[in-house]
């Protein structure tokens, strides 16, 4: 059970990691201090397949409209994809990633919006990258190195996300450790480390909560994972990155009716738990409770 019994023991046993900082860095040229800020990621989904319709855009003008919408409702960046994570969506091939999100991102970011692209393509990236994209959402490690290169030569922020997996289309049945928060650390330190070696220093660590494998599909095991990601992520600011995590959707908890209510609610668990960077489709409501959590700490809370 996620109660004040449950904080106390785990701050008890891992006390040490509060005292660790984040590094504040740019994104697309805005300066972002991390631990004050709670930077906003809003969606763009360019696939059709992709199950959260509200933040489907069918074509080039709705999705602008809806970057520059969500910019001006607090987004501190915007993260475009155009192949959905779901098991039985179709491959989409580099080429036809490029042709749907090449045009959305040049259009966004010559109005000034910070562009993040969702893909494992390195090709996909460069063409991105080359139309404006300065944050490359990795959501795999097959071509890590080629990505890594792709970040240095322009400059762009690198969300390393943690898949047990060449890529996020690439996955099976999840498997647990006994501390997941102890594999993450080391995982994520062996990734910051090669990002290092190749002259990439923004990076942003996204755990993963499990949407895509196969033994996650039961509601209450997944939500379980996911509370217990948020619960430990402050222990991952030792390694001195700031921490990324979607948000929870739980449909098969707060049933189609009421499942647009789930993202603000893990978000204000995410952000008192230690998250820097929430991903939400819901963010102008997610806005709203950022604000009141701000205005809290400007009490003196």
């Given at each position: 059970m996620l109660d004040l019994h449950t904080l106390a023991a785990v701050l008890?046993?891992?006390?040490d990691a509060l005292a660790?900082?984040?590094r504040p860095f740019d994104l697309g040229g805005r300066a972002c201090d991390f631990e004050r800020e709670r930077p906003l990621m809003g969606v763009i989904n360019l696939s059709p397949?992709?199950?959260?319709?509200?933040s489907v855009c069918a074509d080039e003008a709705a999705a602008v409209a809806r970057g520059l919408a969500l910019t001006a409702a607090g987004a501190a960046l915007v993260d475009i994809g155009a192949e959905s994570t779901l098991a039985h969506a179709a491959r989409v091939p580099p080429a036809e990633q490029q042709a749907r999100l090449v045009p959305v991102v040049r259009a966004?970011?010559?109005q000034g919006v910070v562009v993040?692209?969702?893909?494992?393509?390195p090709e996909v990236l460069e063409a991105c990258a080359l139309a404006g994209a300065r944050v490359f959402n990795?959501?795999?490690r097959r071509a890590e190195a080629d990505v890594l290169a792709l970040a240095r030569r322009f400059g762009a922020a690198v969300?390393?996300?943690y898949v047990q997996g060449e890529t996020v289309r690439d996955v099976g049945r999840f498997t647990f450790a006994a501390d997941m928060m102890d594999e993450l650390t080391d995982h994520f330190r062996e990734r910051t480390a090669l990002a290092e070696r190749h002259g990439v220093s923004r990076c942003i660590l996204d755990p993963g909560l499990g949407f895509y494998y196969a033994n996650l599909a039961d509601g209450a095991l997944r939500v379980n994972h996911q509370l217990h990601t948020f619960l430990h992520s402050f222990r991952l600011h030792r390694l001195g990155y700031p921490i990324l995590n979607i948000l929870p959707h739980a449909p098969d908890i707060f049933g189609e009716a009421h499942r647009r209510a789930a993202e603000p609610l893990f978000a204000v668990l995410a952000w008192l738990l230690g998250t820097h960077i929430v991903r939400t489709h819901e963010l102008e409501v997610v806005a709203r409770y950022r604000e009141v959590l701000a205005a809290?700490?400007?009490g003196g809370g």
């Open positions: 008890t046993e891992h006390r660790h900082r984040v397949e992709s199950w959260y319709a509200e966004l970011s010559a993040s692209v969702e893909s494992y393509w990795l959501t795999g969300v390393l996300c809290y700490r400007a």
